[in-house]
């Protein structure tokens, strides 16, 4: 009896070893639903802006203040229009290239409540042996500030030149993404 036990208990041991082990990559994709609404008076909860950010300067322990120069970031027939200056009916005008053309949105720069708390991306690139490509890398309030200094950590894929989003409610900034530019 305990021979067979053995036995059994041999082939199960080398059936574990035989199957080995197995390395599986899974990509994580996930769907961030912000609620975008408006209040009795018809004021939207939170606003997306687009813009070159200008400074970031510490405005106590707990906040930032960011000011930006704000820009129309422009897609579809409202890029095409507008690329088009008036020489083409909306839906007839021919496409912009890369699908999308920024204007700037005046003269006059925004400032923002930009709490220490927040978090949002930059581009980066990347190491070769991760396949070099442009990912998202997340950072702080504080990196977004040194960043916008001059700061080179993370190594960024692009300049904050080309743009940022925030988003906010109020005058105070919830979120912020670097956008990509080709």
Not at 24 to 50: H, K, M, N, W
Not at 67 to 83: C, D, K, Q, S
Not at 127 to 133: H, I
Request: include cysteine.
């Amino acid at each position: 009896m305990r021979v067979a036990a053995l036995v059994v208990l041999a082939f199960l041991l080398a059936g574990c070893a035989i199957g080995g082990t197995k390395t599986t990559t899974v990509t994580d994709i996930r769907t961030v639903t912000t609620e975008v609404g408006f209040d009795q008076l018809g004021s939207p909860s939170s606003v997306a802006y687009f813009g070159t950010p200008v400074s970031i300067t510490p405005a106590g322990a707990k906040r930032y203040l960011l000011t930006m120069r704000p820009e129309y970031f422009l897609t579809g027939v409202t890029a095409n229009a507008a690329f088009g200056g008036g020489s083409c009916a909306p839906l007839s005008c021919p496409g912009v290239p890369d699908d999308y053309q920024v204007i700037p949105a005046g003269s006059k720069k925004l400032s923002f409540v930009l709490p220490a708390k927040t978090k949002g991306t930059v581009l980066t690139l990347q190491t070769r042996a991760q396949g070099g490509n442009v990912q998202s890398t997340n950072v702080t309030a504080a990196q977004l500030s040194a960043l916008v200094a001059g700061g080179t950590s993370p190594k960024l894929y692009e300049t904050l030149d080309e743009g940022i989003w925030i988003t906010a409610v109020g005058d105070t900034v919830t979120l912020f993404a670097q956008q990509y530019r080709p």
